[in-house]
T-cell receptor, first 112, second 111 residues
Framework: DVKVTQSSRYLVKRTGEKVFLECVQD?????MFWYRQDPGLGLRLIYF???????EKGDIPEGYSVSREKKERFSLILESASTNQTSMYLC???????????FGPGTRLTVT | EDQVTQSPEALRLQEGESSSLNCSYT??????LFWYRQDPGKGPEFLFT???AGEEKEKERLKATLTKKESFLHITAPKPEDSATYLC????????????FGSGTRLSIRP
């Protein structure tokens, strides 16, 4: 089974802080994703990466950037956190042959 | 516009009372339809992938079916541990950038 881990389960940051969320997968999957999940809005795609140093914007990339320096690691960066970025952040790795996505446990981020 | 709609939003059943969850979709060139289970405060857990109309998959008390317009997740004789939110997602021909999730069905099973 693919295992996806995220650096923190809970995080509290202040407005304006730079925030790093890290995700690591233990399989050799090329595609990795960052979503945010909010009540009533479901999962929304922020960014995804289909190879090292490659990235594409999802549906809501504003206010976020990403980094993929190694195949197993995909980082989400909030350059200047704002209160509307309070959310549950989910990372996923995708099996390129079946398109099945495997999720990490999530990071509950609160920006005050 | 590509869309995924799940119904009902919430469903409360008695233990042993079978039912079905619905996922209606509109996407040009379906590559795959996925079902996930999500427990509170956790990431979604993969359940099934369906690729073409008429396909069925089973796992314990769950059975997923697919037509050209919708998918059903049938739950037979559910137990309290089946309580969770069930998410449906579709992927169109553009691949990863076209994965669309529904908003989920919150299932609650009373003992």
């Amino acid at each position: 089974d693919v295992k996806v881990t995220q650096s923190s389960r809970y995080l509290v940051k202040r407005t304006g802080e730079k925030v790093f969320l890290e995700c690591v997968q233990d399989m050799d999957h090329e595609n990795m994703f960052w979503y945010r999940q909010d009540p009533g809005l479901g999962l929304r795609l922020i960014y995804f990466s289909y190879d090292v140093k490659m990235k594409e914007k999802g549906d809501i990339p504003e206010g976020y950037s990403v980094s993929r320096e190694k195949k197993e690691r995909f980082s989400l960066i909030l350059e200047s956190a704002s209160t509307n970025q309070t959310s549950m952040y989910l990372c996923a790795a995708e099996d390129g042959s079946s398109y099945e996505q495997y999720f990490g446990p999530g990071t509950r981020l609160t920006v005050t | 516009e590509d869309q995924v709609t799940q119904s009902p939003e919430a469903l409360r059943l008695q233990e042993g009372e079978s039912s079905s969850l619905n996922c209606s979709y509109t996407v040009s060139g379906l590559r795959g339809l996925f079902w996930y289970r999500q427990d509170p405060g956790k990431g979604p857990e993969f359940l099934f992938t369906l690729y073409s109309a008429g396909e069925e998959k089973e796992k314990e008390r769950l059975k997923a079916t697919l037509t050209k317009k919708e998918s059903f997740l049938h739950i037979t004789a559910p137990k309290p541990e089946d309580s969770a939110t069930y998410l449906c997602a579709v992927q169109g021909p553009r691949g990863a950038s076209k994965i669309i999730f529904g908003s989920g069905t919150r299932l609650s099973i009373r003992p």
